[in-house]
């Protein structure tokens, strides 16, 4: 989820600590134990700071060892045990328990959306992504909201919560039910399809969609059960070339491929200088692919320049590769 939604997130849960009479009875407590939810709802977001090394990095690591079980397990004990020296009067161990439920909310929650988290490492690399929430849902963080504001103008916390969770609970179902319908509305239209990609918008019943049949890529939409098929690409396998082999080898690509599960490639000559482009098919937005990873190569195979990350127009792309067609 994106940063806002996990802060409302983190408050709220510390509004249904309310409810454990630990934290209720004791002024220093709550204090403590909200400002645990707080940051335990942030903390494993801490690796976005890899976006300042570059693209490459980041999206190979982001939610990735901080969201992995060990990290879920530390980043609790951390955190209480810093804001135990801060507050040395509240109740250490409910201040930890409710540390590390907003910790495992975070990782929790994340699960739900189209980029996924490593929340099984060190078990399994495999990233979880079950494709059912926006990174920014309106719903959701609306619900929040409306749910602090009556707390804040005096509704009980544990009950407003407790009803904030309830309702949000079945919200969850209706996405899974209206993904699961999406698919199979997807396998209706387009027949022989092995790999399908239903992902999230901020609309409910809208719906991207990307799928493989043996010898097509298919990029579309769904609007409730409606499905409109917007690009249609031959599968073509990847070249067993020394260039292709040379270029797969660059960082930035390598990041892409261990990221995306549907992409296709394309090889254009410009002069002398070859370029290797990677397109994941998940974000098509306003007929552009936005999520690329370009390389350039000379004619002996050396990496001139390289960029993975998201570009929506050409020219934007260029001046990143600091390189013209021109």
């Known amino acids: 989820m994106d940063t806002g939604t996990h802060i409302v997130m983190g408050i709220a849960l510390g509004g249904l600590a309310m409810a454990d009479p630990a934290v209720a009875g004791s002024a220093i407590t709550t204090t403590a134990v909200i400002a645990g939810t707080i940051i335990g709802s942030q903390a494993p977001d801490i690796d976005t ?22 990290a879920v397990l530390l980043w609790p004990i ?37 980029y996924g988290t490593q929340a099984l490492r060190p ?26 504001m009556c707390w804040a103008f005096g509704a009980h916390p544990v009950w407003t919560m407790a009803i904030l969770y309830s309702v949000l609970f079945f919200y969850y179902v209706a996405r899974f039910a209206v993904q699961h319908a999406v698919k199979k509305a997807v396998q209706h239209t387009i027949p022989g399809t092995t790999h399908i990609i ?51 080898k660059d960082k930035n690509l390598a990041a892409f491929v261990s990221f995306s599960p549907l992409y296709r490639w394309e090889i254009t000559k410009y002069d002398a200088i070859y370029e290797v482009r990677l397109i994941d098919l998940r974000y098509r937005s306003n007929d552009y692919y936005p999520f690329v990873a370009v390389a350039h190569l000379d004619e002996k195979c050396k990496i001139l320049n390289s960029y993975t990350g998201w570009i929506f127009s050409e020219d934007k792309l260029r001046k990143k590769l600091d390189f013209s067609h021109n």
């Open 123 to 148: 078990i399994s690399n495999k990233w979880v992504a079950l494709g059912v929430i926006n990174t920014f849902d309106p719903i959701i963080f609306g619900a929040h909201l409306l749910a602090l």
């Open 198 to 248: 239903v992902a999230p918008t901020m609309r409910f019943f809208q719906w991207r969609i990307a799928a493989d049949t043996a010898t097509h890529h298919y990029v579309g939409r769904a609007y409730g059960r409606s499905i409109n098929i917007y690009d249609k690409f031959m599968k073509k396998p990847l070249p067993d070339s020394n260039l292709f082999q040379a270029a797969m």
């Open 78 to 114: 951390l955190i209480s045990g810093a804001l135990w020296l801060i507050f040395p009067e509240a109740n250490l161990l409910h201040l930890w328990l409710w540390t590390f439920l907003a910790v495992f909310l975070h990782v929790f929650v994340d699960i739900f959306n189209s």
């Open 49 to 70: 700071v890899l976006k300042l090394r570059d693209n490459a990095v980041y999206i190979r690591h982001h939610r990735g060892v901080t969201h992995s079980i060990p």
